[in-house]
Structures are given as C-alpha cells and as structure tokens.
C-alpha cells in the first residue's frame, strides 16, 4: 500500500484555530471522569443525532429522537424513525469505535444504515455523483478504486503526526470526496470525525457538532464545493474548525451551568444530611451522595462562608450545627 498523503494546507486561520480549541479543552479536562452532568451529555447525544440526521433532510425533532430514545411511539414516516433508530445504534458505541479501523467504519456504516440498505457495511459497487446547488458538484472515484482509496486513508490517519484536530477535518473531507457508500456518507463521515476527535479527547464523545454544521448547512456544502475546486481539502477544514470551535464553546457554557446546578444540589443534600445526623462524617458524606472527600470538604468550607453549617468541638468527637435557613 502506498504511503499516500492527502492534500492540505496548515494556514494561519488553522493554527488560530487550534491552539484556541485546545486551549478550551485543556480547561475541562477533568470532563473525562465528571459524572456530574448526565442529563446534559444526553441530551448532546440527541442533538448530534438530529443534527446530523436534518442535514441530510430528515425533519424528526430533537423532541422526537428522545421518543424514540425511550421506547416512544412517534408519527413520521417509516424511513425518517428507521434512520433514527441506525443513528441511535451507530452512536451508543460511539466510545468503542477504534478511530484508526476500517472495519469498525464498515460496523458502524451497517448499524446506521441497516434498516434502510441490504448493502448496509459494504462498499458501494456502482458510480455515485455529489450534487451541489448548480447540479453534479463532484464524481466520486470509480467503485473498484473505493477499497483501495480507503485503506489509504486508513493508513494515513493511523501514521499522521497532524494535530487531532486538523487530521478528522482532513479525513472527513476526503471520506466525502470517495464516497465509499451507496448512500449514508455524509452522517458516517460526521460520526467518524466524532470518533476520531473522541479518541483524542473524551470531551468530544458530548460535545454536539453535528448541531452546529446543521445551522451553517449551507457552508458546510460550499466549503466541500470549495475544497474540491481547489484540489485540497484546506477550506473545509477551516470550516469544521469553526464549527469545532462554536461547538466546545457552547458546550462549555452548558456544562459550567449543569454542573453549577448540580453543585447547589449536592450543597444542599449536605446541609439536610447533616441536619439528620448531626455526627456524620465526612467520609460517610462522600459515599452517600458518590462522590470524593476532597469535593465535600470544598463544599463544607463553603457552606460554612455563607453561614449554614458550623463544626462544633473537636474533628472526631465534635458533631455539626445546621443553621435554620431563612
């Protein structure tokens, strides 16, 4: 197999990009192991499906995926809930995918796409055209040349010394330019940005992407159209870093409010458990309410500013005073 290198242009916009991007996910790094915002991761996972699903013009809301999610009956057409239901599948081992396999692509293809393709998880084996605003914008590669085009992607993504960052845009582009599925490339190719990203860092298993590209649909076409005029995939890649950088933006003002919310949830549990059992421990306080000793005694110091509690004796045989909230 050819050492094959895709076409790309590391720009100044890219760099900005970049370091900005990490420098966000730098900040939430203890994200990986929170458990504090379930709720907000999934309703993140429901807009990634949406989203990616209205691109390629699916009309179920966010409100319906979440039906569907919980076992509910939806009125749609059979093929929109059958494209809800692959989406779901090919997203619940979002986590499990190995970035650099083809195989684990070809899986996640036939989970999506199951319900509507028999050839779901296999190469297209006909010619394909991609049709942007003034027709056919792009003719796909001939399908003899698909296994080999993408096990030089394969290759490429696996070697690659790119920033995380740049390196999914560029595969993503180039997924897209070989169009290796009879129908389907577009919700894989985003998928497996996620994935890759995911690997990288585990915040981007929650952070909603595809939500952002669905409201900048139309550049997200022009700047395919773009990339294919110039021969390399540089514009696109300045695209999805945008959209990269909207996405973990917004996300982290959700995740900074969720997880404010759930701090005034676990202040409060502390102050009624104390009120309870006024000799209570601050390890006993740690697994009730599952979490680290180091995290409650924040939290006790807190509440001890605002005047709530107050530590009456000693550590071992004093006990806690509640203060009547007012």
Known sequence: MSSYTPPYTITSKIL????????MITEVSAIKKEKSAPILRKKNRVRSITGSLQIEGNTLSEEEVTAIIEGKRVLGSVREI???????????????????????????????MGGILKNAGSFRRSNVGVYGKEGVSHIAPPPYRVPELMGELFEWLGKTKEHPLV?????HYEFEFIHPFSDGNGRIGRLWQS????????????????????????????????????????????????????????????????????????????????????????????????????????????????????????????????????
Do not use: C
């Open 16 to 23: 900005l990009l970049t370091n900005e991007i990490t420098e």
């Open 82 to 112: 059958e494209e809800v239901k692959g989406a779901i599948k090919a997203y619940e081992d979002l986590e499990q995918y190995d970035a650099t396999k083809l195989d684990d692509l070809l899986l996640a293809h036939k989970r999506m």
């Open 167 to 171: 390196a999914s845009s560029v595969f």
């Open 195 to 326: 994935v890759i990203l995911g690997s990288f860092r585990n915040i981007f298993y929650y952070v909603p992407i595809e939500s952002v590209v669905k409201k900048h649909q139309k550049t997200y076409y022009e700047s395919l159209e773009a990339a294919g005029f110039v021969g390399e995939s540089t514009p696109f890649v300045e695209f999805m870093l945008e959209s990269i950088h909207l996405s973990v933006k917004d996300f982290l003002k959700e995740y900074q409010k969720s997880d404010q919310k759930s701090s005034q949830k676990s202040d409060q549990k502390i102050y009624e458990l104390m009120g309870q059992y006024n000799k209570i421990t601050i390890k006993e306080l740690a697994l009730r309410l599952d979490m680290s000793e180091s995290g409650i005694k924040k939290m006790i110091i807190k509440l001890k500013k605002e005047g709530k509690i107050a530590r009456v004796g000693s550590a071992k045989g004093g006990y806690w005073e509640v203060k009547d909230e007012v």
